[in-house]
Structures are given as C-alpha cells and as structure tokens.
C-alpha cells in the first residue's frame, strides 16, 4: 500500500510541476470604430471621410461609392484611379444583391502572343512597365454606371468634395512618402518628361493635384463622355501612343462596364455574396470554404497546425482550379456549378491527410503557377438605410505601368500582365494562367479581388475585402474565419496574422516573425515549406461588421494607413 501511495506522489508532483503548454493570458479584444448608422473604411482617412460626408448629406452606399473611389485616385494614387478598373458586389436594404464588372479591357489592336519575342519568350517588363501595358480603363463608367442605377444625389455634388480635395491636396504620410521613393526610379523608366512624384517628397507634405482637379471637373459636367470623349478621351489617347500605346479612341468609347450575377453559396448559417468571373475571388472563396466546411475549425482553434493544414491543402486544390479553368466569362465557358458543387469538392480533399502535406506537383494542372499585383485597393460602405457595397479597385502594381499622364493627373494601370501572356507562364505575382486567360481584343484579365458581402440569417452581416494580389483571396477567408470561427471583434479579425498558399509555388508565406517557431518546425516536419520573405504584408482589409445591437465595428488594417469613418 505503501509503495501506491509513494508511486501515486509521484506522479501528481511530476504532472503539478509541469507547464501547461499555453499559460499566456489571451489580450483583451480589440474594437475598431464602432457607429450607429453609417460607415466607410479605406485605404486613406480622406477618402472615407469624404464618403462619409456624403452619407450625412443623405445619399446613399453607391453615392457614397463613387465619392470614395474617386477620393482614392486622389489621396491613394498608388492605387486609387482613374486610370484602373475594379469590381463592386452590393446588396441592397430590401435583400436585393448584384455586382458590377469595370474592370479593364485588352485594346481593339491587341494580340495573344504581343509580350513574346520572336522565339516565343516574354519580353522583361512589356507587360507591366510602361504604355504596352496599360488596358482600356473602367473606374469612371463603373461608378457612373452605378450612380445612374442606385444614385440619389446629383453627381455634381458627389464630386465637389473630390474637387476641392485636389485642389487643396492631400498629406503625405510616412507610408507614402517610402513608397514614392521605393518607385521613383521605375517613374524615370517609364515616363519621357518629369513627373509630380519625381520630387523628395516628405511626411507632412502636401501634393496639390490640380491638372486632376480639371479632369474631375470635366467627368462632374459631362458624366462618362467627360472621360471617355472629348478632351480627356483625345488628350489620353495621344499621350498613350506617344508613349508606344495601342489604345485609341475606339477602345475608350467602346468601353462599358457590366452588370454580373454574383457568386452565392453558404457556409454554416452565413450567407455568402462574392464577385464572379472575370475575378476569381468568388469562385475561389466558394471552393476553400465548402471544402473546409467538414472540418471543426473552431475546436482546432486560430492559426494552429491542423487550422493551417486545412485552410492550405484546400487553397492549394482551389488555385490549381483557378489557373485552369477561369478567365473572361464573354469568352471561355467557365464550368462555376461544377467547381462550386459540393461532391466535386469533397473528391478534391480526398487525398488530404493531416500526416503530410499534399506536394502541389501532384494535383491536376500542375505546371502553372499565379502572379498577381499586391497594389490594389479595398473599400467597404454600409449606409443608414442598411444598402452594404463592397467594392475593390485597381491599377494591378504599384502605380499601375508607372506611367503618369501629367496633363489629366493620374498613373494608367499595368493590367495586361494579368492576362497569360503566355500560357503556363507566371506573371508578376508568380501566379500561372492557361488559355482561359490568353490575351484577346476587348477581353478582360484574370482577377485575384474579392470584393464579399455576408448574410446571417437572413440579415446582413458583414462588408469586406481587401487587396493583395493573389493573397486576397485567402486575407478574405481568414478575416471571415476569425470572426466566424473564433469569435474575434472585426479589428482584432483584421488586424491578426496572415498566412497563404496559391498552388504554386509550393510553399506557404506567412507575415514574418507573427508565427510561433514551434509551429513552423512542425510544419516543416510534415512537408510544408515556409517562406516569410516573399510576404511582409499579406492583404490589407477592410471590413464593416453588424453587431447584434445593429451599431456597425469597422475593422480598418493596421498594415496601411487605412481608416474608418462613420456616424
């Protein structure tokens, strides 16, 4: 008996001694912004105020759309435009949901092969680095398609503030006056004269943007023809082929934006609502999480081994899916009820096992790989009236072509890279197309943008996106994932660490030094190869959610200067 009892001893001091592998006390949650009524959140605070404003005049979410996207050609022209394209999805108080497609087009003049040289190699930066680059642009018809359907208030007076704004001029900020900086010998490159972003520029700052202010001015008294005719049609035109361009005057005017069906599909008791093709964000999201859906991620727990296991191998089947199959839906059949179904789906994680990692090489369409700009821009908006846009925008790099047309005041984007220029080989963000995606006269690029509006039961619930090139699609997921599964505030959703699989290549980036060594070595143990280098910054969201009070928590990334602004 003696000896049981020692024995019993024993063991309850070795097992008391010992520490429980987590005894960290969990941080406190962290809130954004929390309204009443309205909301936007932005890349930049001048941008969601001035769309804020608009809300308080009593316009609504699309007046408030154009406001803020044409206040982000002026505060962000990094990636703000009028010189890019983007997606919209929205879902109106009434329940009502669309989406609306402005994003870039190839030129009448342009061909599959036009970035290979004549032994059929890609040409170092034809497709990304100036006017070769540049596809038809679409910001201003799309917003202006969307303020003729749903506006309320004059578009005059949506502008005004857009106006005066680039006329008083914008503040530099730390993160803007590295970024100049880091992109002003590529501005050299690219343009033949001297352009605004050559100079020093410092924080605190002010950029004036006057010839911009005349632009605006213009699209404020003639709508679409103030861009896509006229004075502003001629001078981009010529500025364009001066350049070496191929856009003429036919291609501006032929330009429409379009209304799409959104892609719609459920997860648990949420209601999902994402952009469709030409992007591939809705598609994407649809395949990741009704693959994930089986597994009980909430009893894994946030960014833990089986969690990432999970949310990688199913990324890695969905990307491989995406290089295949989509591309420009006015051109290529594209098989969505079939990539979405559920059966198709639990084939595709069969071969998943949490004892080792799948090697991409062995799932299908295995030698193509996804590059995409990181340099795009998100903006959410949900108004007084319960109408939730969800809207993100782009001149694909940083700067688009680099190319500025200093007498309309803005950067042209470099969106025919997200073309295949040729198939099977990858762009600038390593992502890989197929044919689907081969370049053609008036058909628009691949997209990564996400664009995701949420329902709970019934009620709307939530607004985000966020830009990242071929990492949104995965910044969207983890974003709804913590809010869903792990039961964060919007902020805290946003604000945690990233991580990102795309097929190829065949490694999982995370933000660096937020993951635990422990985690990583375990990974590595099971075949996972890990990179912190290529992703200093994984997406940077911003999302509105609705609380169970109806007051709205804007969750605005910490990884930008972006910011949220309500009433």
């Given at each position: 008996m003696s000896r049981y009892i020692f024995l019993s001893l024993l063991f309850f001091i070795a097992f008391s001694c010992k520490e429980p592998i987590n005894h960290a006390k969990p941080k406190p949650p962290v809130r954004g912004l929390i309204t009443e009524h309205a909301m936007v959140v932005s890349a930049r605070e001048e941008a969601s105020k001035i769309g804020s404003d608009i809300l308080k005049k009593g316009g609504n979410a699309f007046d408030a759309m154009v406001a803020t996207e044409l206040a982000l050609a002026v505060a962000y022209p990094y990636a703000g435009n009028l010189g890019g394209g983007g997606f919209m999805v929205y879902r109106t108080n009434q329940g009502d949901i669309g989406a609306i497609d402005y994003r870039e087009k190839a030129p009448l003049a342009a061909t599959k092969n036009m970035f290979l040289d004549s032994l059929g190699n890609v040409i170092p930066d034809k497709s990304t680095l100036g006017a070769m680059a540049v596809g038809v642009p679409g910001t201003v018809a799309g917003v202006l398609t969307v303020h003729e359907k749903f506006g309320t208030l004059p578009i005059d007076s949506i502008l005004k503030p857009v106006i005066d704004l680039a006329y008083k001029g914008v503040i530099v900020t730390n993160k803007q006056e590295k970024r100049i900086k880091k992109y002003q010998p590529l501005f050299i490159k690219a343009n033949k004269d001297s352009i605004p972003f050559d100079k020093a520029?410092?924080?605190?700052?002010?950029?004036?943007?006057?010839?911009?202010?005349?632009?605006?001015?213009?699209?404020?008294?003639?709508?679409?023809?103030?861009?896509?005719?006229?004075?502003?049609?001629?001078?981009?035109?010529?500025?364009?082929?001066?350049?070496?361009?191929i856009i003429t005057k036919e291609d501006l005017e032929k330009y429409e934006a379009k209304w799409r069906a959104p892609i719609v599909f459920t997860y648990d008791d949420l209601k999902i609502i994402s952009m469709s093709p030409p992007a591939s964000g809705g598609v994407c999201l649809a395949q990741i999480m009704k693959m994930i859906e089986p597994f009980d991620l909430h009893k894994y727990g946030h960014n833990t081994l089986k969690t990432i296991q999970v949310l990688t191998e199913a990324e890695r089947r969905a990307y491989a899916d995406r290089s295949f199959y989509l591309g420009d839906p006015d051109f290529v059949d594209i098989p969505i009820p079939t990539l979405i179904d559920t059966n198709y789906l639990e084939e595709r994680m069969r071969d998943f096992s949490f004892a080792k990692a799948t090697k991409s090489s062995e799932i299908s369409h295995g030698s193509i790989e996804i590059v995409e700009s990181d340099e795009t821009t998100h903006y959410s908006i949900i108004d007084q009236f319960g109408n939730a846009i969800s809207a993100t925008t782009t001149l694909n790099g940083a700067y688009g072509s680099k190319l500025y047309c200093t007498e309309l005041g803005f950067f042209l984007n470099n969106e025919m890279d997200d073309f295949s220029s040729k198939p099977g080989a990858p762009n600038m963000f390593g992502l890989i197309g197929a044919e689907a995606n081969s370049i053609a006269p008036e058909k628009r690029m691949l997209s990564s943008m996400t664009p995701t509006i949420i329902e709970k039961n019934g009620s709307l619930y939530m607004s985000v996106g966020t830009p990242g090139g071929s990492t949104i699609i995965t910044s969207v997921l983890q974003t709804i994932l913590n809010v869903h599964e792990f039961n964060m505030t919007m902020q805290d959703a946003v604000n945690a660490p990233r991580f990102h699989h795309q097929w190829l290549p065949d490694e999982i980036r995370m933000e660096p030094n937020l993951f635990d060594k422990k985690l990583i070595k375990a990974l590595n143990d099971l075949g996972y190869i890990i990179n912190e280098e290529r992703s200093p910054v994984i997406g940077k969201v911003d999302g509105i959610l609705v609380l169970e009070d109806k007051t709205l928590e804007g969750g605005a990334d910490r990884r930008g200067d972006d910011t949220a602004v309500g009433f």
């Open positions: 520029w410092k924080t605190n700052d002010t950029i004036k943007y006057p010839k911009l202010a005349k632009t605006l001015e213009r699209i404020a008294i003639h709508g679409k023809d103030g861009f896509y005719k006229g004075e502003t049609a001629e001078t981009l035109v010529n500025f364009i082929q001066d350049n070496g361009g």
